[in-house]
C-alpha cells in the first residue's frame, strides 16, 4: 500500500497518534493546475493533514479544511471523503489573488492574518453539519492545526507535515482525554518532548514503523492495521453538468455564444470539460427544453 494512514497508541491511553505515507496520485491532483513551489507544498501538506485529522473524527461524510487568507493565498481547501469501507478519498487546491499567481515566500507570507475553518458535512441528513473556526496562528501550516486543535478542541496536539514533489507525509501525536493527573501530564510532557525531534525530512524519508521505533524506543504502544488513503478527485461530467444546468440556459447559451463551446475546469485537479455547442444544447433539452436555441 503506497498510500496509508498507520495509527498507533500508546497502551497507557494517554495519547494516539498516526503516521500518514501518501504517493500515489501527488503528480495527477497538482500538476495540471499552475502553483508555486511554496504553494504546491502548502496544499501538499493540507492534503497530508486531512487522514490525520480524519483518526480523531471518524464518520460517513466529509471533512472540509479551509484557510481563508487575506495575503497571496486567499482559498487554501482540502477534503477527506469517508464512503463505506472506500479508502479516504483526499483532494486540495488553492485559489490565489489575481495579482501573484505565482507567489512564493514563508508561510506568513503566503497564508497569515485569516481563518483556519474546518467543516464536518456528515453524508447523512440525520446528523447536523458542524463547523469551528480559528485564527490562523503560526509560522507553518501544522501549527495552526495545532493551534486549531489547541482552542477548538482542548486537545494537546503535536503536527508534523511534510510535502516534496512526488510524496506528502505527516505526523499526529495526540493527548487523549484521559483523567489529567500529574501522572498522566508528566507522561504526555515525555511523549511530546519526544515527538518534537522529528524533523520533515525524515518523515520523507523514513519508513513509520522505524521512525516510531526511533522516537519511542523505550515506549509502550501498539501499531495498527494501516487503513488506505487515496489522493482523488471526485468531480466528473456528471456534476459539471449539473452545474452548468444550475447556471441556467441563457447563462450557458451565452457561453456557447462568445466561445462556441463551454470549458470548465475542476479547481482540484484541473482537468478541463469541454461541451461542445450540440452537447451543451442537450443538457437542457434532457432537463425538459423540447429544442434547442443555440443557433450561433
Ligand atoms: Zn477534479
Known amino acids: 500500500m503506497t498510500n496509508k494512514l498507520t495509527p498507533f497508541q500508546f497502551n497507557n491511553h494517554i495519547a494516539h497518534g498516526a503516521f500518514v505515507?501518501?504517493?500515489?496520485?501527488?503528480?495527477e491532483m497538482l500538476d495540471r493546475r499552475t502553483y508555486s513551489p511554496e504553494v504546491r507544498a502548502l496544499i501538499g501538506q493540507a492534503m497530508a493533514a486531512m487522514p490525520?485529522?480524519?483518526?480523531?473524527?471518524?464518520?460517513e461524510g466529509r471533512i472540509n479544511l479551509q484557510f481563508q487568507g487575506e495575503k497571496a493565498i486567499k482559498l487554501l481547501v482540502a477534503q477527506a471523503t469517508q464512503a463505506g469501507d472506500a479508502p479516504l478519498q483526499i483532494r486540495g487546491m488553492a485559489k490565489l489573488a489575481k495579482a501573484t499567481p505565482l507567489a512564493g515566500g514563508s508561510f506568513a507570507d503566503l497564508l497569515s492574518d485569516g481563518i483556519l475553518a474546518l467543516m464536518l458535512e456528515p453524508a447523512s441528513d440525520t446528523q447536523p453539519t458542524r463547523q469551528a473556526m480559528v485564527p490562523i496562528d503560526g509560522n507553518s501550516l501544522s501549527e495552526a492545526l495545532e493551534g486549531y486543535f489547541a482552542q477548538s478542541e482542548q486537545l494537546p496536539t503535536l503536527i508534523r507535515l511534510a510535502a516534496s514533489r512526488d510524496k506528502l507525509c505527516g505526523f499526529l501525536l495526540q493527548r487523549l482525554p484521559l483523567e489529567h493527573t500529574k501522572a498522566t501530564e508528566e507522561y504526555w510532557e515525555h511523549l511530546s518532548i519526544l515527538a518534537s525531534t522529528l524533523l520533515p525530512d525524515e518523515l520523507l524519508a523514513v519508513e513509520p514503523e522505524t521512525l516510531l521505533r526511533r522516537l519511542?524506543?523505550?515506549e509502550d504502544y501498539a501499531i495498527f492495521e494501516p487503513r488506505p488513503v487515496a489522493l482523488s478527485c471526485r468531480c466528473s461530467r456528471e456534476?459539471?453538468?449539473l452545474l452548468l444546468i444550475s447556471l441556467g440556459r441563457e447563462e450557458v447559451e451565452q457561453i456557447v455564444a462568445d466561445q462556441g463551446r463551454v470549458a470548465v475546469t475542476c479547481e482540484f485537479c484541473g482537468h478541463e470539460y469541454v461541451y461542445s455547442r450540440s452537447d451543451a444544447a442537450t443538457l437542457f433539452v434532457a432537463e425538459g427544453s423540447e429544442q434547442s436555441v443555440l443557433k450561433h
Open 216 to 218: 519511542f524506543a523505550d
Open 52 to 59: 490525520l485529522l480524519s483518526l480523531h473524527l471518524r464518520f
Open 21 to 27: 505515507e501518501i504517493t500515489g496520485g501527488v503528480a
Open 239 to 241: 456534476g459539471i453538468s
